[in-house]
């Protein structure tokens, strides 16, 4: 007997009878202790689902309210770094988070946007390169394009947020109407206040400083490449990076005799920054035969949070490209065209503004047909080195509708001017394969674009755009018959150096008709 009792306490819940059924007083055991563990759990489970929902409740309500404050804040700007509260770089609010806004294809009607948007009349002129010092935020716009009637600057096409391939020497600025805004300005936030609103006066070096203004490069690996020092009337001393540019860098190589500028810098890592700042704000056409022909503001400080001192990389070979004004004004002719073959250079911003709010509004858009003004670009290199893109080749942007990649974002713009020089019409070019497609003077081909191969355009050799090629054209639908001027300007952003600018844009006259154009009397001259 105590040998079953023993085996039957080790049967357990998985054993039975000899009959195949689970014994009575097992199965009572088994469903009381599970009755038992029920009740003493039904108690203090109920009171921590509710302590649980009330904590989830009070957690859904701070997400609730911090995405409702943030969602009143997107698209909201502000300029920081400026001497006065109407000037700076521009800054906008994405997702709770401030960030700055490339300089690509920043211009006037970027500007007159978030002129307005801050409560001002107007802008008085925008900047690029960081002005007014390097951007320590990430950039949340790039390659902005704004139709100039839109209300806020998130409202203007841009690559997607936070997609851009920029550094922090490259954020774009304003400077507004100094009147009074029209409405309070909360979120301005100046990097200096100031009582009095003054324009900043701007005044010629040699006016200040002296006509006779030494230079030196100091700090780098080479004599051609360091920090930029000057002797002024104030002695040695550096000159402030905020706004230094390939411009400036220009005028300096050639002030020296170190030939051109290959690179300039707002950076540290020449060192300097214990150095007395003599000059600031330096601002240079880069044509000047010296710094001292060029523009400063009259009082050396760096007004960014990160100081900087201007550098340069001089170089005795460049690359200078020229825009073949013949072959413009030979191939220029009108096309109508339906939005429905026009998508993919839609994607690329190829269109006036107008044809994405038809897109936006109507149904049938694609339908609608847009009339563009189309040209044959031919682009030479008369320089002494190859012209090659900044950005390396696995940074090129692969666009998908049109099956290839970008070395640079803007190569080229069209702009339709009125007789007061305001733009009216638009386009721009990506390089979509920059390659040698012509070459003279014994020069052989060097850049082929076919199986994802290096692009460029070497020494002597042109690369042509043709006009049968999407978003080789300016869309000229919403244009009134009459006389204009039509601009095309290749490295209009001067992103890459050359010897000059001063061969980079083709500026003729434009007589257009609702159905004929005359392109004529073109001369070359600086973007």
Request: glycine letters at 8%; charged letters at 25%; one cysteine or more.
């Amino acid at each position: 007997m105590v040998t079953t009792a023993a085996t039957s306490g080790y049967r357990g819940l998985g054993s039975r009878t000899s009959n195949g059924r689970r014994p009575a007083a097992e199965v009572f055991m088994v469903v009381s202790v599970l009755v038992l563990g029920l009740l003493s759990l039904v108690g203090p489970t109920v009171d921590c689902r509710r302590a649980d929902k009330r904590r989830h409740h009070w957690k859904a309500n701070v997400i609730k309210n911090y995405l409702k404050n943030h969602k009143s804040l997107e698209g909201m700007v502000r300029l920081v770094d400026g001497e006065s509260e109407y000037e700076g770089n521009v800054e906008i609010m994405h997702l709770g988070k401030w960030g700055a806004i490339c300089d690509d294809e920043w211009d006037s009607r970027e500007g007159q946007v978030v002129c307005r948007q801050l409560g001002y009349n107007g802008t008085s002129r925008v900047t690029h390169s960081s002005h007014f010092g390097q951007t320590a935020r990430k950039y949340w716009m790039d390659n902005t394009q704004c139709g100039g009637q839109e209300l806020e600057i998130s409202e203007c096409r841009f690559d997607s947020w936070g997609e851009n391939d920029c550094d922090p020497s490259e954020a774009a600025g304003v400077v507004c109407e100094s009147s009074e805004p029209e409405k309070p300005k909360i979120y301005s936030v100046p990097a200096v206040s100031v009582a009095t609103k003054k324009v900043v006066q701007k005044y010629r070096i040699k006016d200040t400083s002296g006509s006779d203004i030494e230079l030196r490069l100091v700090g780098g690996r080479t004599s051609d490449e360091g920090r930029v020092e000057a002797n002024t009337s104030d002695g040695w001393g550096v000159i402030c990076g905020d706004g230094f540019g390939v411009l400036e860098a220009l005028v300096v190589c050639r002030s020296i005799g170190l030939g051109y500028a290959a690179a300039a810098f707002q950076t540290d890592r020449f060192g300097g920054l214990d150095l007395p700042v003599v000059l600031s704000a330096v601002e240079c056409a880069g044509n000047e035969s010296s710094l001292a022909g060029c523009y400063h503001q009259h009082k050396a400080t760096c007004s960014t949070r990160k100081e900087t001192v201007a550098a340069v990389v001089c170089t005795r070979d460049m690359a200078d490209l020229e825009v073949n004004a013949d072959e413009l004004m030979r191939s220029a002719y009108l096309e109508d065209r339906q939005m429905y073959f026009l998508q993919c250079a839609m994607e690329e911003n190829c269109l006036a503004s107008s044809a994405y709010q038809l897109r936006r509004d109507e149904t049938d858009w694609h339908l609608i047909t847009r009339r563009l003004l189309r040209f044959t670009a031919k682009i030479t290199n008369v320089g002494t080195a190859p012209f090659r893109p900044a950005v390396p080749k696995h940074l090129w942007q692969f666009h998908q509708c049109h099956m290839h990649y970008h070395s640079m974002e803007v190569f080229a713009t069209f702009d339709v001017l009125d007789g007061g020089g305001m733009k009216v019409a638009e386009g721009h070019k990506a390089s979509f394969c920059l390659e040698d497609n012509q070459c003279t003077d014994g020069a052989k081909p060097g850049f082929a674009c076919a199986n994802y191969g290096d692009q460029g355009i070497s020494v002597n050799c042109s690369d042509i755009y043709r006009h049968n090629i999407d978003c080789q054209w300016v869309d000229v639908t919403d244009l009134n018959p009459g006389l204009y001027t039509l601009k095309v300007s290749v490295n209009p952003e001067h992103k890459i150096p050359e010897m000059t600018y001063a061969n980079n844009a083709a500026v003729c006259s434009m007589f257009y008709s609702e159905t004929f154009v005359k392109i004529y009397d073109c001369v070359l001259q600086n973007p």
